[in-house]
């Protein structure tokens, strides 16, 4: 600890500490003051969600005899995720309470700036020592008595200023370049799926538009039903396996197959698997060289002409981006592409040469879209841990 620094309990420094009030759904209202709960507690921001807000009347505050907050209190979250999560209650222009999982804190001014210490709940080491005293089988929490006796840096209010104004101005730079490398991701992705708008959009001469049904072969794969599944268990693709152009295969399942059944079955390297349900329409091609077993939820689609398979899934993912696919879905709660709509499911072709052109440019925007989206995630990475380092040496006096 630096010289002059003191360590004190997070109740120690409050001049309040209390949980907000138990307010069931009868309680609630449709206007009046309004009730925060720890969905609107961000990591150091308060989430307004609007459109979610609570209320109760003002005589059910006075029966209940709620605790009023105030712009400049501070909610820390005693439920996930993460745990004693907190931010500052801006000046909404509402009267407010809070729920009974959110604690409300109002420093003591000599102690503690609500600003430093919404900066270190932030930090790698006050969430760790949280967790630490969070109980709970389902759900994780953090009992009052507890979270107040969490040990808090107290530094001369002048470094407590120092330290925030530093933070501040450098937390507001690391927002700016995440912000520009996500507008990088954003545009090229808007002009990739501009392209691909316009290619398939400006159909020229010799375009003609085809059934599935009439150039390739389709169905679905095998239910799943335990008590009459017969076979040798084998890894299989589900829905949730399926991205846009890609596979997730971290978490693959397992279930009976008879030797019979793999032609029926499998895909082979060129087939693409089309999301029945969950994410109708959802579409991928499976490359690799070994054959893949998958359930009913998907389709498989293999074209008597093989090139067409990745102008088809790039011609899927603009239906769906545009909202022209869900046209084809049945299903009022969870939708389907049932394998009678994807038989009638029209596909514009241009001649081959064209097709190919296209393709290929298709692909060389697709590459430069996922190359920028990694150096995001390496970018977003970096400056998370840098900011995770300058939280740190913020608060054990190295900064």
């Not at 609630?28 to 990591?43: D, F, H, W, Y």
């Not at 990088?184 to 599935?212: D, I, T, Y």
């Not at 499998?266 to 087939?271: L, Y």
Request: net charge neutral; with cysteine; charged share 25%.
């Amino acid at each position: 600890m630096k010289k002059g620094w003191q360590t004190k309990t997070l109740g120690e420094v409050c001049e309040v500490f209390a949980d907000g009030d138990w307010i069931e759904s009868k309680d609630q209202s449709s206007e009046g003051i309004r009730l925060i709960q720890t969905g609107n507690v961000g990591e150091g921001v308060f989430k307004d969600r609007a459109e979610k807000a609570r209320y109760i009347s003002e005589a059910t505050f006075k029966r209940l005899r709620c605790t009023e907050i105030v712009d400049g209190d501070c909610l820390v979250s005693r439920l996930p995720d993460p745990v004693g999560r907190s931010c500052i209650l801006p000046d909404t222009g509402e009267r407010m309470i809070t729920a009974v999982d959110c604690t409300i804190l109002r420093f003591n001014p000599k102690h503690l700036l609500p600003t430093f210490f919404n900066l270190f709940s932030q930090s790698d080491d006050y969430l760790t020592t949280v967790a630490k005293e969070c109980t709970g089988t389902t759900r994780n929490r953090i009992s009052r008595s507890n979270l107040g006796l969490t040990p808090i840096p107290v530094p001369p209010l002048p470094e407590q200023q120092r330290i925030v104004g530093l933070l501040d101005e450098t937390f507001e730079g690391l927002a700016t370049a995440k912000a520009n490398a996500e507008k990088n991701l954003q545009n090229a992705r808007a002009l990739f799926e501009s392209h691909l708008q316009s290619v398939f959009n400006q159909r020229g001469p010799g375009w003609v538009e085809k059934h599935v049904s009439e150039i390739a072969k389709h169905s679905l794969g095998k239910m799943l039903d335990k008590a009459k599944n017969k076979g040798e268990l084998q890894p299989y693709l589900r829905n949730i396996n399926v991205r846009w152009f890609t596979f997730d295969l971290s978490d693959l399942l397992e279930m009976p197959f008879l030797p019979t059944e793999s032609e029926k079955y499998t895909a082979i390297k060129g087939d693409v698997l089309i999301c029945e349900g969950g994410y109708p329409g959802r579409a991928a091609i499976w490359n690799e060289d070994y054959p893949i077993y998958f359930q009913k939820a998907l389709h498989r689609v293999r074209f008597h002409e093989p090139e067409l398979n990745k102008w088809f899934v790039y011609y899927l993912s603009v239906q769906d981006s545009s909202g022209q696919l869900k046209q084809y879905f049945s299903g009022t709660g969870i939708q389907h592409f049932t394998g009678e709509v994807l038989a009638r499911f029209p596909i514009p072709v241009p001649p081959l040469p064209e097709l190919r052109r296209a393709v290929e440019t298709f692909d060389a925007l697709s590459a430069e879209t996922q190359r920028l989206a990694a150096i995001y995630s390496r970018k977003h990475a970096a400056l998370d841990a840098l900011k995770k380092s300058l939280l740190h040496q913020a608060f054990t006096g190295a900064l």
